[in-house]
């Protein structure tokens, strides 16, 4: 049985929210990632062979498959989809440890808002391998797809991201999911977005 969803599906706020989606998406693809793709492109050529973008399918609103954008972090490898990046993980770049501590890898994110298959904000998306790993043992797991994922959300903006190591940590974001689903209004998502980038660094930092 699903969950009530407070006004996140109302058809005006739906609306509403692919707008802000559309208008903030464009605002960062023609004036930030138009010089970021190029600059960042020569130097992961320069420290890897591969492609710029990396493309991993993951799971979106209501169990849809779609390709998630990222700049490429790593050398290219089988484990990419079966495995959370660890600390000091040889499979990641130099330029990727800087693209990753900043999240500037997931900039291209904005490219999936942009075509309606992500969010600004929302739960994010994981890879379809792990989420398969976590769906029948996290209480209510599925219910975090009830909404679009999203480039930032609630769970990262609390300290919830990157690697998982332990339950407790997918139970969290999980649980933080559905409250944000919950409870969406647009003043919440203002909120998040404000909030994402003193959370991002402060990530960043404490990493080593």
Same mark, same amino acid.
């Given at each position: 049985?699903?969950?009530? +969803? ?7 706020? *739906? ?9 903030? $998406?464009?605002?960062? +693809? ?15 050529? $320069? ?5 710029? +973008? ?6 979106? &609103? ?11 972090? !790593?050398?290219?490898?089988?484990? $990419?989809?079966? $495995? ?17 501590? *900043? ?7 904005f490219?999936?808002?942009f ?8 739960? #994010? ?14 209480? &209510?797991?599925?219910? #975090? ?11 990262? !903006?609390k300290?919830? #991201? ?12 999980? &649980? ?19 909030? *994402?980038?003193?959370? *991002? ?5 404490s #990493? &080593?």
């Open positions: 049985m699903l969950e009530k +969803i407070s006004s996140i599906d109302n058809d005006i706020n *739906t609306f509403l929210k692919r707008v802000f989606d559309i208008l903030f $998406s464009s605002f960062i +693809i023609v004036f930030l990632l138009s010089w970021m793709y190029p600059l960042f492109a020569l130097i992961i050529k $320069s420290q890897s062979s591969g492609p710029v +973008i990396y493309k991993q399918l993951r799971e979106g &609103k209501n169990g849809v498959h779609f390709m998630c954008l990222k700049f490429r972090s !790593m050398h290219l490898n089988e484990d $990419s989809d079966n $495995s959370w990046t660890k600390l000091n993980d040889p499979r990641v770049t130099r330029f990727g440890v800087f693209l990753r501590r *900043t999240s500037l890898d997931e900039f291209p994110q490219l999936n808002v075509i309606g298959s992500m969010s600004i904000v929302g739960p #994010r998306p994981h890879p379809i391998q792990l989420n398969d790993l976590y769906r029948d043992r996290v209480e &209510k797991f599925s219910l #975090r797809h009830q909404a679009k994922p999203g480039v930032t959300g609630l769970s990262q !903006m300290g919830y #991201r990157g690697s998982i190591t332990h339950y407790h940590e997918i139970s969290a974001r999980v &649980k933080l999911d559905r409250f944000y689903i919950q409870n969406w209004s647009f003043l919440f998502d203002l909120k998040i977005i404000l909030l *994402t980038i003193p959370a *991002t660094l402060q990530w960043g930092l #990493r &080593k």
